[in-house]
């Protein structure tokens, strides 16, 4: 089966601007995690959204959010882009409910580059 | 989520056992250990989880030890490709709280011809 699907696969945006990348869960996943890698600050959860809802976040500003729909993508969103945002942006798909074993599967990443 | 430790680097060489250990000296009775791996610019994997028993797929082992304070993830003949950076991970079980992963620095682990 066709694994996690995140696009753009790189991207340069300007300060100050906005930016939206997307994540295509793998089939009949629910759960769709995000998570922001920098090389100083490593592999950083930002949030996770489950049936349309996030059920969890990390310690991110509010310039990050994001939604998830009913066919279970999602969408991230990073308004007024900073130099700091450049970062590899991964979205991770996993079952997400009643299995104490659930692993993530994670997509190749969207490469962010804000000048 | 239950903290880890492990080294910065590690090498093997090519068809060797690849031995990476982790620390988990506070990791609660619920907590499972789990390990993925990243590849240079790809997205993390899983390899591998348990909660006390030894644990065996087609990747990997992982042998807990008793206590259950530390691990150690086995490649039993490593090879170029799998050169990578290993993150050990402890987290509870899955609830509705959510599917957090929380990755330290991980070991990157060199495999040598």
Redesign the interface.
């Known amino acids: 089966k066709a694994g996690v699907t995140q696009t753009p696969r790189y991207l340069i945006k300007t300060r100050g601007q906005q930016v939206t990348l997307s994540c295509s869960p793998i089939s009949g996943h629910r759960s769709v995690s995000w998570y922001q890698q920098t090389p100083g600050q490593g592999l950083q959860f930002l949030f996770e959204y489950f049936s349309e809802t996030q059920r969890n976040k990390g310690n991110f500003p509010g310039r990050f959010s994001g939604r998830q729909f009913s066919n279970s993508r999602s969408e991230m969103n990073v308004s007024t882009l900073e130099l700091g945002d450049s970062a590899l942006y991964l979205c991770a798909s996993s079952l997400g409910q009643g299995f104490v074993n659930t692993e993530a599967f994670f997509g190749q990443g969207t490469r962010l580059t804000v000048v | 989520d239950a903290k880890t430790t492990q080294p910065p680097s590690m090498d093997c060489a090519e068809g060797r056992a690849a031995n990476l250990p982790c620390n988990h000296s506070t990791i609660s009775g619920n907590e499972?250990v789990?390990w993925y791996r990243q590849i240079h610019s790809?997205?993390?994997?899983?390899i591998i989880?348990g909660l006390k028993n030894n644990e065996t797929n087609e990747m990997a082992s992982l042998i807990i030890t008793e206590d259950r304070k530390s691990s150690t993830l086995i490649l039993p003949h490593a090879t170029l490709r799998d050169t990578a950076v290993y993150?050990c991970i402890v987290r509870a079980?899955?609830n509705?709280?959510?599917?957090?992963?929380?990755?330290?620095?991980?070991t990157r682990l060199m495999v040598k011809p």
């Open positions: 499972y789990y790809q997205g993390p994997q899983y989880h993150y079980p899955l509705n709280a959510g599917n957090m992963l929380t990755f330290g620095g991980g």
